[in-house]
């Protein structure tokens, strides 16, 4: 059963772009990418979109449909009204490249600022005794499939700008997380860092992240809330941190 | 003169999936700058997909298994058409390969003592699979990812220091370039997000961009996989081998059609799913082929104590090689006993409760619940074949993964050799990290071996690349490349499918030649930022040069045999066993040429039953065995020994670890 839609895709750049309406055939059982695609391939043949699994696995299709942050490929159809237009956008919090397509270039430059993953130095390959019970809340955050649409939502960036330098985001503080809680890393100023560099502080606990995370992590109750409590009680030595010149780029 | 960007490496690595991140870690370790280049953004390459498992004779579930019992199963599975080599390091080596990613941080499921747990596959013969629930792939990425990061950090606070990782996300290479004497230039490719070109000067490049699926159809494979690094290769000079091998995944979604395709993972049926037809039977203990009789339970009663005590009882014939489930799904369907959406049923909804079946397969419950309105709480499923993996790919040397060309190397899914006619399930991943490494390792040395000598590419070869990147651009109103793309999955799809046949595979080359004409005048419009009809109008041209390989070498075969199975040549023939057909270009031609496979020695011979070898072997192939049977075993020594000749390897396997429970 295949029927004709209303669809508005922004189109454009860093320059600038507008909302362009579209009518597009669409069959049962379809996803909002199936129909970027068929524009694609019939009326708009440089529509830029990003996408690669097409099965919610990879996180590149991220976008806003009719306002709300989701991926494309695990947006269908049947969830609006048969009349409805179907507005999408790209991520607002980042800059646009081209028309859907955003530069999350952020999110990896928070990623390579957090300290790596420090296990015990004189344990060997194979010589790791893990219980299930210990590795499943960090398992929870791994889960992650880096679509940054959390990132996208957290009003602490999604409107400004200037924050972006001092807040990593929620994606990054579930990272913060698993590490905390992983069984073999030996750091323990995991907290205090993310308090400290990360930007922890700014978070106000909206659960708005929960909320789009189309893995159901629970970011905020599972991961954040746990990271904000005893830092209260730890003192935090930023020298320490300097000391160990992780965050020097190559000039 | 368009402008290019020019960087100059140590080591260039296309592609960031396992084999890639792998590749380019080592690199990295044995000192060198390495540059690790792939399409999509870092951390979302095809890896991140796999389901199941990846495969490795650790023996933590079951202490009888061992890397021997791993070899003698990838054999199996590849109907004895692998290279022995391949199958023997893979199997040695991938326990460590799995260990390793503990170190980087991975966090694999455990057993209840605290190792890492193992799951069943089809045609492994003991819990062989290190998994986290269904997203192995992303955990094996996400982990390499992090490590690379963890490199960086490094390298951030010793700017001083010799090696480096770089990652070019969003970054296609079109060409690789040689020099005047036909060694490995450089690669040569543009930005997807500027349109801008660049050029990465280096001496050695390693090849791991993954498959080809995506000239198909109905595929489990993503929009990255289209053969460039197959076609890459062809056009440097190095060969393909064994392309006419295409693994049909039994279990791909067929309802809704968009949707079709998407895959069902294994674990379904390994950790107790059946397959049911129209009639509700349990079909697959009537497609229980000779060569495997004797493994497989005979009645449902026996196979289902298999889950339980799989000691005293053979396992269910759900869990035979995906090339037989994939046959015996398209035979039921043919004969009228499918699904109502042209499948088969598989239910796990009778089998286990549902607690346990949203725990143990999450990412499956959450896919058909959210794509198909289905709960496979409560309903079976639906599933018929998918192309999912090509067993074909670059002709390499099995210790260094060089090819032929100097400076060349290839791992991962772009290689061709280790999986034989068949790949088992779980042995794609463990294959990605132990010649990933193997790779690195290879091109850092062969590196350290030409750094006073260093090959300059010459300009003209730039000036060619640029030329064909920007042709679409010049042609003006000709096809469009959504278009061709469409008609060629359609011929792939329909004349090179799961079941072949001499007269549709010469009506598929004769198609392919006319798409190929065609696709010379394909054209776009817009600019060169960030426009996906360009991007697949190069990609086009890769797709069909590796399609025709796969048609030509399948024409060729006129037998029966793993992913490659002919309608008039239905039977497995042993003297076709001992045959490779490999692909090259000459000119604008493909041209498939007979090579014998090189021969298993004894040692490793010995560790089959000669009646079990019968099946597939000539008996002019036994006779070494049998005149061999008198004298002394030589010992497993022996094969280590005689077969070490490899460049780039170096650290330990996991020979000396067998029998311990680890
Ligand atoms: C749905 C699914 C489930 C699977 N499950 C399992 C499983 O459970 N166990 C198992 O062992 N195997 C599984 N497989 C198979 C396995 O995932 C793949 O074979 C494997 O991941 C391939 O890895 P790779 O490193 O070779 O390439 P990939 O991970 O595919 O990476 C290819 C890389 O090359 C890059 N690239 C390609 N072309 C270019 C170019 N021209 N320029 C620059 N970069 C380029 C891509 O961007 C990408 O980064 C599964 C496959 C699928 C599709
Ligand atoms: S809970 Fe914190 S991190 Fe999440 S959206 Fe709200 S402010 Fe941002
Ligand atoms: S935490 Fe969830 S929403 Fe955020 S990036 Fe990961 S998967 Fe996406
Ligand atoms: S395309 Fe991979 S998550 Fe949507």
């Known amino acids: 059963m295949s029927t004709m839609r209303d669809f508005r895709i922004w189109r454009g750049d860093e320059t600038g772009g507008a909302l362009v309406d579209y009518q597009v055939e669409v069959n049962e059982g379809e996803v909002v990418l199936d129909v970027i695609h068929r524009l694609q391939a019939t009326q708009a043949p440089d529509l830029a979109v990003r996408w690669n699994c097409k099965a919610g696995k990879c996180g590149s299709c991220s976008a806003e449909i009719n306002g709300k942050p989701r991926l494309m490929c695990m947006t269908r159809m049947s969830v609006f009204a048969p009349d409805e237009t179907v507005t999408v956008t790209p991520l607002r919090t980042f800059p646009v490249i081209r028309d859907l397509v955003t530069d999350v270039s952020y999110n990896y430059e928070k990623a390579r600022q957090i300290p790596a993953f420090a296990p015990p130095p004189d344990l060997r390959p194979g010589e790791y005794r893990m219980m299930q019970v210990d590795v499943e809340r960090s398992q929870e955050f791994r889960k992650c499939i880096e679509c940054f649409l959390c990132q996208n939502t957290c009003h602490v960036t999604r409107d400004h700008e200037e924050n972006k330098r001092v807040f990593a985001g929620p994606r990054l503080f579930i990272r913060a997380a698993e590490l905390d809680m992983h069984p073999l890393d030996t750091r323990k100023d995991r907290k205090e860092f993310a308090q400290a560099e990360q930007g922890l502080g700014y978070c106000n606990i909206t659960k708005c992240c929960t909320e789009v995370c189309p893995e159901h992590i629970k970011i905020t109750d599972n991961g954040i809330i746990p990271m904000k409590e005893r830092v209260v009680d730890r003192r935090y030595d930023p020298l320490v941190w300097l000391g160990s010149k992780i965050f020097r780029r190559r000039s | 003169m368009t402008e290019i960007e020019r960087l100059s490496f140590d080591v260039v690595v296309i592609g960031a999936g396992g084999a890639g991140l792998r590749a380019a870690i080592e690199a990295r370790l044995h000192g060198k700058r390495t540059a690790v280049v792939c399409k999509s953004l870092f951390g979302k390459a095809h890896t991140v997909m796999a389901e199941g498992g990846a495969a490795a004779a650790m023996g933590n579930v079951n202490p009888r298994d061992n890397w021997k019992v791993h070899f003698q199963d990838t054999m199996r599975g590849g109907k004895f058409l692998n290279h022995w080599r391949m199958a023997e390091l893979h199997a040695k080596e991938a326990p460590d390969r799995i260990w390793e990613l503990e170190t980087y941080g991975a966090l694999f499921d455990r057993t209840p003592d605290g190792k890492i747990s193992q799951r069943n596959f089809g045609g492994h013969q003991y819990p062989r699979l290190a998994h986290v629930g269904d997203r192995t792939g992303l955990e094996l990425i996400r982990t390499l990812q992090q490590k690379v990061v963890a490199l960086q950090q490094e390298d951030d606070a010793n700017p001083d220091s010799d090696g480096c990782i770089e990652v070019y996300a969003e970054c296609t290479i079109t060409e690789i370039l040689l020099d005047e004497i036909g060694r490995v230039a450089g690669a040569f490719g543009y930005r997807r997000e500027s349109g801008q070109f660049v050029l990465f000067q280096a001496p050695a490049v390693v090849l791991a961009t993954g498959g080809i699926g995506k000239s198909y159809k109905v595929t489990s494979n993503s929009w990255e996989y289209t053969g460039d690094g197959h076609a890459l290769a062809l056009r440097a000079g190095a060969s393909l ?229 920007l042709a679409p651009f010049a042609t003006e109103s000709g096809e469009n490349p959504y278009a061709l793309q469409q008609e060629l999955q359609q011929v792939m799809n329909d004349l090179v499918g799961i079941i072949r046949r001499a007269d549709e595979l010469e009506q598929a080359l004769v198609r392919l030649a006319e798409l190929k004409e065609r696709a010379k005048k394909v054209s776009v419009t817009g600019g060169r930022r960030y426009n996906p009809a360009w991007h697949l109008a190069l990609d086009l041209r890769n797709m069909l040069l590796v399609s025709e390989c796969v048609a030509r070498a399948a024409l060729e075969r006129k037998e029966s045999r793993g992913g490659h199975t002919r309608d008039d040549y239905p039977d497995m023939d042993p003297a076709w066993r001992r045959i490779n057909l490999v692909c090259s270009l000459r000119g604008d031609t493909v041209v498939v040429e007979h090579r014998p496979l090189p021969a298993m020695p004894v040692e490793l011979l010995r560790l089959f039953d000669i009646e079990e070898l019968r099946k597939y072997m000539t008996e002019e192939e036994l006779a070494v065995l049998e005149s061999d049977m008198t004298e002394s075993a030589i010992g497993q020594s022996g094969v280590e020994a005689g077969a070490e000749f490899g460049a780039g390897r170096s650290g330990s396997t996991a020979d000396g670890k067998e029998g311990t429970s680890r």
């Open chain 2, 241 to 469: 081998v064994n392309m006419e091998f295409v693994q049909f995944h039994p279990t791909g979604m067929v309802w809704p059609p968009s949707v079709k395709g998407i895959l069902v993972t294994e674990s379904v049926r390994g950790d107790g799913g059946v397959l049911l037809n129209s009639e509700g039977r349990r079909f697959m203990f009537d497609y229980v082929p000779d060569v495997f009789r004797s493994q497989y339970a005979e009645t449902e009663e026996e196979a289902d104590r298999w889950y339980d005590d799989p000691d005293n009882n053979r396992r269910p014939p759900e869990l035979l090689p995906r090339d037989e489930v994939a046959r015996a799904i398209n035979a039921e369907v043919k004969a009228g006993r499918g699904s109502p959406h042209g499948g088969v049923f598989l239910d796990v909804s009778t089998r286990m409760p549902a607690e346990v079946i949203r725990r143990r397969l999450p990412s499956m419950y959450h896919q058909f619940k959210e794509l198909a309105d289905v709960d496979i709480t409560a309903e079976p499923m639906e599933v018929g074949p998918t192309c999912h993996y090509v067993m074909g790919g670059v002709d390499v040397d099995p210790d260094s993964t060089a090819a032929s060309v100097p400076g060349l190397f290839a791992a991962g899914e772009v290689a061709g050799g280790m999986h034989g006619s068949n790949r088992l399930g779980g042995n794609s991943l463990s294959d990605l990290l132990v010649f990933g490494r193997r790779a690195g390792a290879a091109a850092a040395a062969y590196h350290s071996s030409v750094v006073g000598d260093l090959p300059q590419v010459p300009e003209s070869a730039v000036a060619a690349a640029v030329e064909t990147a």
